[in-house]
């Protein structure tokens, strides 16, 4: 086998790729040798400088896997490269010690005061007394996102004798408690914590998770650390929190719009900013080296591999017969987490029909990318969701029978948490997507882009009312599906509307009296491409 290296790697990584395989390391090899050299090899590592187009891949005649040594995969063409079969793979963890440890300079740093009061001895001054600071025993620390980097920080933190407040959706109290942490709903930690460090995925639903909403909650005095990705606070709301003093002050590593250019926050005292450093140690470098050319040989010797970011496709004949489904599979794992949210411990798919008779595999998979997307966002694909399913604990079993009974093919998808359980079916109707029951309520959900689901009682007017709300939101209604237990009974509501609704517009239908729960789903169109 032979290995190039097309960008600088550490000596660690280029050593392990060396035991293994032929290497011919070129870090400074222009965009044209390499479409011109890539012929001769079965791998390609990179890092961020070269970029793997569409030309380099199909100049790439032998070229079995690409791997990135990083998380960020924006150079490469991962469509070009999972049309010729190419495995790309990346290293997104490698990372995780020297992000925790950034957050906990940063809390410690604003703790203290000590980047203002750096710059203000250099400055010729000594004025103790204007960098008075905070101790941290026995504070809380409120951890938004407990996966990898925010179970480190909790970890962290507790050695300094902090109490540690957490809040995950996805993480159910029982796996925290082994990591000693204990969990807490959303509201609880922002109004008790007196520290709060962020460690989510950015994606629509954390979008601006800290707004002004949740801004109003907080314990005066907090402080905020945000390592994780810009967007997940509102900054303009941000802004005026430290201005009127109800937020102490705030350690952020990154931003909305990177560069953030003029951005007020960067003329406050009381914000501490570094420029994306979370990831950016040696330690660090080595480690994405090193996790990355192991992937790299894996992919080259046929061994399983958990960090790909596409997957090579299936046979033809095989892809042929599942490809109609599997959209309808992210879709329900999709639209599942969105509707109850909540923890997993158990996911089971029951197949029936003609459909039973397919690879169950690649639908399971496909149900567990729509499910997992919410959770740990863009990183999770074809080969890794199973693994990422295991790491969190969720157990994943698969039924089928060739029995038929309403339908010529039908899924159903029970998620168990606890005592509770859930239940989603769906099939395709002349080749549509179709959810035709929800837990108890049958109905016939069309898939859009943003879903209003709601539950009422089953009585005259609830349609008015609500469509008198959405009038005045300037939300327009583009179809509407109805279902209901018994007449005069439980009723549920599925509206397509043409845009997304704001958080203020859902909570006024949260409001209205006959109404009693509301949900927004917002499907992202990328998970139903096969």
Aim: aromatic share 4%; proline share 4%.
């Amino acid at each position: 086998m032979k290995i190039l290296v097309s960008d600088s790697l550490s000596e660690e990584g280029l050593k392990l790729l060396k035991e293994h395989a032929d290497v011919a390391y070129m870090p400074e090899i222009s965009p044209e040798d390499l479409v011109t050299e890539i012929g001769a090899f079965d791998a390609l590592v990179v890092r961020s400088r070269s970029r793997v187009t569409a030309e380099v891949i199909d100049a790439a005649s032998n070229l079995k896997v690409i791997g990135r040594a990083g998380v960020g995969v924006d150079n490469i063409d991962i469509n070009k490269a999972t049309e010729k079969g190419v495995i790309v793979v990346n290293a997104p963890h490698g990372n995780t010690i020297s992000a925790a440890e950034h957050a906990i300079a940063l809390l410690t740093s604003l703790a203290r005061n000590i980047a203002e009061a750096n710059n203000s001895v250099k400055s010729g001054e000594w004025n103790r007394s204007k960098f008075t600071g905070v101790e941290l025993t026995d504070k809380t620390l409120g951890v938004i996102g407990v996966g990898r980097i925010g179970s480190e920080v909790a970890r962290r933190a507790r050695g300094m004798r902090m109490k540690i407040l957490a809040y995950d959706p996805y993480v159910s109290a029982e796996q925290a408690e082994k990591t000693g942490i204990e969990m807490v709903p959303f509201e609880e930690l922002l109004r008790q914590s007196d520290f709060i460090s962020l460690h989510l995925p950015m994606n629509p639903s954390t979008r601006h998770l800290i707004g002004e909403k949740e801004l109003a909650m907080l314990k005066p005095g907090v402080r905020i650390i945000n390592c994780a990705r810009g967007g997940l606070i509102d900054e303009e709301a941000l802004c005026r929190a430290l201005d009127e003093g109800r937020v102490a002050g705030a350690a952020l590593d990154v931003f909305e719009e990177e560069p953030p250019g003029k951005c007020r926050l960067l003329e406050m005292s009381n914000v501490l900013v570094t420029p994306h450093l979370g990831a950016l140690t040696r330690e660090a470098q080595t480690n994405v080296a090193l996790q990355v050319s192991e992937q790299v040989v894996k992919a080259l010797q046929g061994e399983p591999i958990v960090s790909a970011v596409n997957v090579p496709a299936l046979m033809p004949e095989t892809r042929a017969a599942l490809e109609p489904f599997l959209p309808l599979m992210r879709f329900m794992g999709s639209f599942y987490l969105q509707m109850f949210g909540g923890t997993a411990d158990e996911i089971e798919l029951t197949y029936s029909g003609e459909i039973a008779s397919m690879p169950l595999s690649p639908l399971t998979t496909s149900c567990l990318i729509g499910f997992l997307h919410h959770v740990v966002g863009d990183g999770v694909n074809w080969v890794n969701a199973p693994y990422i399913a295991r790491e969190r604990g969720i157990e994943v079993r698969e039924t089928s029978t060739t029995e038929r009974k309403n339908y010529s093919n039908l899924v159903t998808m029970t998620v168990r948490a606890g005592s509770e359980a859930h239940h989603l079916s769906g099939t395709l109707l002349n080749g549509d997507m179709r959810i035709v029951r929800v837990d108890d309520y049958r109905i016939e959900i069309i898939p859009a882009n943003y879903m209003l689901v709601t539950t009422h009682l089953d009585k005259p007017g609830v349609v008015g009312k609500l469509g008198m709300l959405l009038g005045s939101e300037n939300v327009n209604i583009a179809s509407m599906q109805l279902g209901r237990k018994t007449a005069g009974g439980e009723a549920m509501m599925v509206l397509q509307v043409d845009e997304k609704m704001t958080p203020r517009a859902v909570e006024k239908v949260k409001d209205l009296d006959v109404i009693e729960s509301a949900r927004f789903v917002v499907m992202n169109s990328g998970l139903f491409q096969g």
